[in-house]
T-cell receptor, first 107, second 122 residues
Framework: DIQMTQSPSTLPASVGDRITITCRAS??????LAWYQQKPGKAPNLLIY???SLEIGVPSRFSGSGSGTEFTLTISSLQPDDFATYYC?????????FGQGTKLEIK | QVQLQESGPGLVKPSQTLSLTCTVS??????????WSWIRQPAGKELEWIGR???????NYNPSLKSRVTMSMDTSKNQFSLRLSSVTAADTAMYYC??????????????WGQGTVATVSS
């Protein structure tokens, strides 16, 4: 079973900061990695799919990179609406699993 | 635009079976363009994929839940369903239905329902 490890679990940051969240897979998953934003009481919202493809309607300050076992989500300049929890999610061998989440907090 | 809506009893007794339904609007559940999934999230915790179903009837389940999970489809009602047997308090969670589309290789969940809370308690 492939394990997904996200870091950090909590990230204090300020508006305008550039931040990066990392997701590591216990074995290679190619580019089958997605990123989601979740706000309290809401369903997750897809931001990035296939490691680096920006979902329609998602601001261009969000970007994803990586392949194999190491992936990153970058927000180039934090906006007030970006403070939320972020999850990575992998797909392979007909199975999906999510990372533990990264809570982006106001510093 | 596809929309999903979960429904089901909010309270289930321990050892009983949790049954939830997801109603799909905006497209046919019979379309070959979608896999339909259930995902859950205990309060304050991470997301857990439960399983998925395709129009062919094929299913894939999370190995940790496989022995207790059954998913099915009702094309006449444009719905798909989840049954989780022998529930315990650990199954208390927000349950989401979600779709993964062919255009993204079925690998990412681009449409989600709003979620429904299921509580296991006597």
């Amino acid at each position: 079973d492939i394990q997904m490890t996200q870091s950090p679990s909590t990230l204090p940051a300020s508006v305008g900061d550039r931040i990066t969240i990392t997701c590591r897979a216990s074995q290679s998953i190619g580019s089958w990695l997605a990123w989601y934003q979740q706000k309290p009481g809401k369903a997750p919202n897809l931001l990035i799919y296939k490691a680096s493809s920006l979902e329609i309607g998602v601001p261009s300050r969000f970007s994803g990179s990586g392949s194999g076992t190491e992936f990153t989500l970058t927000i180039s300049s934090l906006q007030p609406d970006d403070f939320a929890t972020y999850y990575c999610q992998r797909y392979n061998n007909y199975q999906y699993s999510f990372g533990q989440g990264t809570k982006l907090e106001i510093k | 635009q596809v929309q999903l809506q979960e429904s089901g009893p909010g309270l289930v007794k321990p050892s009983q079976t949790l049954s939830l339904t997801c109603t799909v609007s905006g497209d046919s559940i019979s379309s070959s363009n979608y896999y339909w999934s259930w995902i859950r999230q205990p309060a304050g915790k991470e997301l857990e994929w439960i399983g998925r179903i395709y129009i062919s009837g094929s299913t894939n389940y999370n190995p940790s839940l496989k022995s207790r999970v059954t998913m099915s489809m009702d094309t006449s009602k444009n719905q798909f369903s989840l049954r989780l047997s022998s529930v315990t308090a650990a199954d208390t969670a927000m349950y989401y239905c979600a779709s993964a589309q062919l255009v993204r290789g079925f690998h990412a969940f681009d449409i989600w329902g709003q979620g429904t809370v299921a509580t296991v308690s006597s």
